[in-house]
């Protein structure tokens, strides 16, 4: 068998070598199912991003803080206003608990350390303002991970932004400017549709 292979060209080697090592490199590729779910999300992101509000929206958030977060444009319009004052932690930190509550029971543990470990232990990066009965007792969850071991700690960021953040939300220039948009595109949209009909008119008149 080692002298058949030895026989052979050259050429014929190397383009086995190359096959080897492309199989090998495909063998080694990892599972494209989560960074196929990260860019989905990610576009999702950007696309609501670029989106612009309409009217009924921006009204609607004006109704209650629970329409804000229910909405996916409302949380990118919130989540920008919360960037302008360094307070975007608690929107993250709220959309985190979210997602946790989602997550297969056999990466809870692991998956509630990333967020204690992010958002509320000693040093975290991102730290959220949580009293300290309501940090410990959340420390104490995590070691014992469940679904709802964030819930009380969750509901505080919530109350946190609501009471807050969305107060001056409803009186920002970002706000302010998008109803002021709004406003701009439906009188141009009832100026239009005048113009439309006046010329419409004038036609039939012209045809009488």
């Not at 959220?128 to 991970?145: C, G, H, I, P």
């Amino acid at each position: 068998m080692c002298k058949g292979l030895a026989t052979l060209p050259a050429t014929c080697l190397k383009s086995a070598k190359d096959i080897k090592h492309k199989i090998s490199f495909l063998l080694q590729k990892p599972e494209p199912q989560a960074t196929d779910q990260k860019q989905m999300k990610e576009k999702s992101t950007t696309a609501a991003a670029k989106r612009v509000p309409n009217r009924a929206e921006v009204e609607k958030w004006k109704e209650s803080f629970s329409h804000v977060l229910n909405s996916e444009m409302g949380r990118t319009v919130f989540t920008s206003f919360l960037k302008s004052e360094f307070s975007e932690e608690n929107m993250d930190f709220w959309m985190a608990c979210e997602d946790y509550k989602k997550t297969a029971p056999t990466k809870l543990a692991t998956r509630a350390k990333q967020i204690y470990q992010k958002y509320i232990g000693a040093e975290a990066p991102n730290e959220v303002n949580l009293d300290a009965a309501t940090r410990e007792k959340t420390r104490q969850n995590v070691e014992n991970a469940c679904p709802s071991c964030f819930d009380d700690a969750q509901k505080m960021i919530y109350t946190l932004m609501e009471k807050d953040s969305y107060r001056r939300f409803l009186k920002s220039k970002l706000i302010q400017d998008l109803c002021q948009q709004q406003s701009n595109a439906a009188q141009e949209k009832k100026e239009k549709r005048s113009c439309d009909m006046a010329d419409s008119s004038q036609v039939l008149a012209g045809g009488a």
